[in-house]
């Protein structure tokens, strides 16, 4: 299934947003479903993890229209790295016994979010669409 660039877009900002939300209200719940235990110290860093999420939210959203571009296309690159990286890192410390198997919701849709950009990223190029 091949998504466009807009539908990823708006996709992923609602995602943020959500996110956003609860890692910056009820972050226990994520942390139960990851078999993480709630401290003071973790809702602190949950909370500022929560401004990032909105950040992205906000930026997905506005670039959602934009045509190709070298923006458009750093913002989808560094989305890609940060994705299979957050990816990468939930399976590890799940093999490492430092998560619980929820965790495992989180990297399928980190690892999909990824390669929906590698995937959008190449229809663009197919399409003869410049990157200025």
Not at 101 to 120: D, N, S
């Amino acid at each position: 299934m091949q998504l466009s660039f807009r539908t990823l877009s708006i996709l992923t900002s609602s995602l943020c947003f959500v996110l956003a939300f609860v890692w910056g209200v009820f972050p226990q719940v994520l942390l139960t479903t990851w078999s993480i235990e709630y401290s003071d110290a973790v809702g602190f860093v949950a909370r500022r993890g929560a401004v990032l999420f909105a950040s992205l939210g906000v930026m997905f959203y506005l670039v959602r229209s934009a045509p190709p571009s070298l923006g458009r296309n750093a913002l989808s690159n560094g989305f890609i790295v940060g994705c299979f990286g957050l990816a990468v890192l939930g399976f590890a410390e799940w093999l490492n016994g430092h998560a619980g198997p929820g965790i495992l919701l989180a990297v399928l849709v980190e690892f999909a979010l990824g390669l929906g950009f590698v995937q959008a990223r190449r229809v663009t190029v197919e399409l003869g669409e410049t990157v200025s």
